[in-house]
């Protein structure tokens, strides 16, 4: 099974300033099969990334990722009010399909 | 697109339940769907996928023998059935469109198991 271990585990930053989340695999991800999602409180998952780096039509472009093999990134930009809530990564390549444990990114 | 879960609820340990997730605004055996749920406030955690056809299902060791997953095309709906549920169970259980990446979630249904 991937573990996928994501940090820090609370980011503090201020809106206007760059977030940068990371998910590390314990081993390599197969075709870079890495989503991110963002989730707010009480309510489901919203999918970001895919493909470690392609972006879901009418996200952002604030938000983006890249990396490969077993170290992955997603930055966002610009923090917006909005964007103040948790990130979770997850692999899909391997079975089984695991997620990352989240980043909560929170108001400095 | 909209999912929608039910059948959640209390259930004591070693009971059975069973979730339901219609799918509406889509050709639903054109796409996998899976279940993932969430404990109180913890990460995701996947809990099992079934192809398009039906014909295909994979489930993590967690649960594996435990929940079953199977899905009726001509409703539109997928079911996961759960028995022996224990305590680490208890979650708030989404389903989702896709085998992968999961582009549509529902809201979501509280199991709790106590």
């Known amino acids: 099974e991937i573990v996928l271990t994501q940090s820090p585990g609370t980011l503090s930053l201020s809106p206007g300033e760059r977030a940068t989340l990371s998910c590390r695999a314990s081993q390599t991800v197969s075709s870079n099969y890495l989503a991110w999602y963002q989730q707010r409180p009480g309510q489901a998952p919203r999918l970001l990334i895919y493909s470690a780096s392609s972006r879901v039509p009418d996200i952002p472009d604030r938000f983006s990722g890249s990396g490969s093999g077993t170290d992955f990134t997603l930055t966002i930009s610009r923090l917006e009010p909005e964007d103040f809530v948790v990130y979770h990564c997850q692999q899909y390549g391997n079975s089984p399909r695991t997620f990352g444990q989240g980043t909560k990114v929170e108001i400095k | 697109v909209q999912l929608l879960e039910s059948g959640g609820g209390l259930v004591q340990p070693g009971g059975s339940l069973r979730l339901s997730c219609a799918a509406s605004?889509?050709?639903?055996?054109?796409?996998?769907m899976t279940w993932v749920r969430q404990a109180p406030g913890k990460g995701l955690e996947w809990v099992s996928t079934?192809?398009?056809?039906?014909?295909?299902?994979e489930y993590p060791g967690s649960v594996k023998g435990r929940f079953t997953v199977f899905r009726d095309n001509s409703k539109s709906t997928m079911y996961l059935q759960m028995n022996s549920l224990r305590g680490g169970d208890t979650a708030v259980y989404y389903c989702a469109r896709g085998g992968g990446a999961l582009d549509v979630w529902g809201q979501g249904t509280t199991v709790t198991v106590s």
């Open positions: 079934i192809s398009g056809s039906g014909g295909s299902t």
């Open positions: 605004g889509l050709t639903f055996n054109e796409f996998a």
